[in-house]
């Protein structure tokens, strides 16, 4: 099993910007789709963006496209999430997750996830 660990959450204002990092650990990572999903309370888990390891193919949510930029430094086997322009609907758990080759938009398909680190976007 491949170990995530997600940082860089915090409280922003709106219009702020947060980077997020996710470490993957414990396997080989080339055959790997990386992707961030949020959870605010109360609502279901939705991706936000994805990316494959090697390809640099990647997805947005339509929420978030021209806001969020996700990357990778393959050296280093990160994935990053910068969020820029953040609203207060922007907030809530982000987790980092897994899986082989392509980017799929239900989590269930997943089955590596980091703990997640809260994002809070507030005046």
């Known amino acids: 099993q491949v170990q995530l660990v997600e940082s860089g959450g915090g409280l922003v204002h709106p219009g702020g910007s947060l980077r997020l990092s996710c470490v993957a650990s414990?396997?080989?990572?080339?055959?790997?789709?990386m992707a961030w999903f949020r959870q605010a309370p109360g609502q279901e888990r939705e991706i936000v963006a994805g990316i494959t390891w090697a390809g640099g193919r990647t997805y947005y949510a339509d929420s978030i496209k021209g806001r969020f930029t996700i990357s990778r430094d393959d050296a280093e086997n990160t994935v990053y999430l910068q969020m820029n322009s953040l609203k207060p609907e922007d907030t809530a758990v982000y987790y980092c997750?897994?899986?082989?080759?392509?980017?799929?938009?239900?989590?269930?398909?997943?089955?590596?996830w980091g703990q997640g680190t809260q994002v809070t976007v507030s005046s």
């Open positions: 414990g396997g080989t990572f080339s055959n790997l789709a």
């Open positions: 997750a897994a899986r082989p080759y392509t980017i799929q938009i239900d989590i269930r398909q997943y089955n590596n």
